[in-house]
């Protein structure tokens, strides 16, 4: 079974300064990875997934992921956050292809960005 | 491409009612799935249609069932509603069900039962 843990329920900056959001997955077998956001009342919108590729992701709007094996993490990141940044992020992955679980995606709890002038 | 559209985006019901939500993935994908969201359970999967086969079920009770057309678009249906069933439920599209596929998320239907 796949699991992720977001490490922070809610985090604040300041407008210009950098984001850090923090996951930790738990696999048995090489992981597909993803982030999502959803803005209030709205759906979810990827901002980069991670496919065995290239360790470090790059994502819309300035964000992007390092995938690190050995620490079992994927922690998102963006050098200069923004007012419109604001929203919950969520830390995702799928289901293994052999198992007919491909399709199924495993949440993280989310963290709610809060961007402050 | 149009996105994955979802009808109605809001509802209201009471309990014991029924209700059926629907999605249209977008054109080409032929997997549907269908998620939960709660404030006190989170995000969590119900279950996947590819090719309107149920190819993968989440861990909720026989009251939430679902079916898909042979043009892809999904229902999904829950019965003898619950005050707990209020959500908003969001529909996925994504091409092949590979688990290195993005999936693509509808606006979602916000459900409450009263």
């Known amino acids: 079974a796949q699991s992720v843990t977001q490490l922070d329920s809610h985090v604040s900056v300041s407008e210009g300064t950098p984001v850090l959001l923090r996951c930790n997955y738990s696999s048995s077998y090489s992981p597909s990875l993803f982030w999502y956001v959803q803005h209030p009342n709205k759906g979810l919108q990827l901002l980069l997934k991670?496919?065995?590729?290239?360790?470090l992701v790059k994502g819309i709007n300035g964000f992007e992921a390092e995938f690190k094996k050995s620490e079992t993490s994927f922690h998102l990141t963006k050098p200069s956050a923004h007012m419109s940044d604001a929203a919950e992020y969520f830390c995702?992955?799928?289901?293994?292809?052999?198992?007919?679980?491909?399709?199924?995606?495993?949440f993280g709890t989310g963290t709610r960005l809060q961007v402050t002038l | 491409k149009a996105g994955v559209t979802q009808t109605p985006r809001y509802l209201i019901k009471t309990r014991g009612q029924q209700v059926t939500l629907s999605c249209s993935p977008i054109?080409?994908?032929?997997?549907v799935s269908w998620y939960q969201q709660t404030p006190g359970q989170g995000l969590q999967f119900l279950f996947e249609y590819f090719s309107e086969t149920q190819r993968n079920k989440g861990n909720f009770p026989g009251r939430f069932s679902g079916r898909q057309f042979s043009n892809s678009r999904s229902e999904m249906n829950v019965s003898t509603l619950e005050l707990g069933d209020s959500a908003l439920y969001l529909c996925a599209s994504n091409s092949g069900g590979r688990s290195t596929d993005t999936q693509y998320f509808g606006p979602g239907t916000r459900l409450t039962v009263l």
């Open positions: 054109s080409g994908h032929r997997s």
């Open positions: 995702v992955v799928s289901g293994r292809v052999n198992t007919g679980t491909a399709s199924k995606l495993t």
């Open positions: 991670y496919t065995s590729a290239a360790t």
